[in-house]
């Protein structure tokens, strides 16, 4: 999983609330489980005018002009700004995968779903949670300034925005440890590779017959 520290991006605005999962990666998307390919069925709906299915060449269906992704001053946008309750809906892990897939990196609102908040840091993506009332003068500022971009700086828990007004956010220590480090539940597990080597072989050493079981 790719480290997070300090991350400087550009600001995409979608002004919606409730935003599910089924509409950050429709269902018809979900029959890999592997990590790659969903990132142009990215709000797949919002995005194209057509509907999509899989294995279509996503650089002939018609575009959205009116969706934000799709809007030229939005290009290359790394940081999601949205409202309350994003992430609600199924819990699906392709939904953060579609995200970071299509260059994502932060995503800032009011309130997220548990499963999607938890499965963000676990997939390299950070989610902040502001005010509303934050949250809504960043909207307005966003809109009022072409090219808009923010610094979100994760050791010291601060976004500076291009005023370099500076906004204080919380992550829980442990999440916060694992991202900086870019370390995903394998990664973890794998800090500990030389403890468990040496419980494998003291077991088989112990119970030689399990070595027949396990071929």
Not at 96 to 120: C, E, M, T
Not at 128 to 142: K, M, P, Q, Y
Not at 148 to 161: A, F, G, H, K, S
């Amino acid at each position: 999983m790719q480290a997070f520290t300090v991350h400087n991006g550009l600001v995409a605005p979608l002004d919606r609330e409730n935003v599910d999962t089924d509409l950050i990666i429709p269902k018809q998307f979900l029959k890999s489980i592997k990590r790659t390919g969903f990132g142009p069925n990215l709000f797949d709906e919002l995005r194209y005018l057509d509907h999509g299915e899989p294995g279509m060449d996503n650089s002939k269906r018609p575009l959205n002009p009116d969706f934000v992704l799709n809007k030229p001053r939005y290009q290359g946008a790394s940081v999601l700004l949205t409202r309350k309750n994003f992430g609600c809906g199924s819990s699906r892990e392709h939904a953060p995968w579609a995200l970071v897939q299509y260059g994502f990196r932060v995503i800032i609102a009011p309130s997220f779903a548990d499963i999607f908040f938890n499965n963000s840091f676990k997939n390299g993506l950070l989610p902040i949670r502001l005010s509303e009332e934050e949250v809504a003068t960043l909207f307005d500022e966003v809109n009022h300034q072409e090219g808009y971009t923010l610094t979100v700086d994760l050791e010291q828990q601060r976004i500076t925005t291009p005023s370099g007004r500076e906004i204080a956010f919380d992550v829980e220590p442990f999440r916060r440890y694992c991202l900086l480090n870019g370390f995903d539940d394998i990664g973890l597990t794998l800090r500990q590779a030389d403890k468990i080597k040496t419980f494998e072989n003291q077991r088989l050493t112990q119970m030689p017959w399990l070595v027949g079981m396990a071929e």
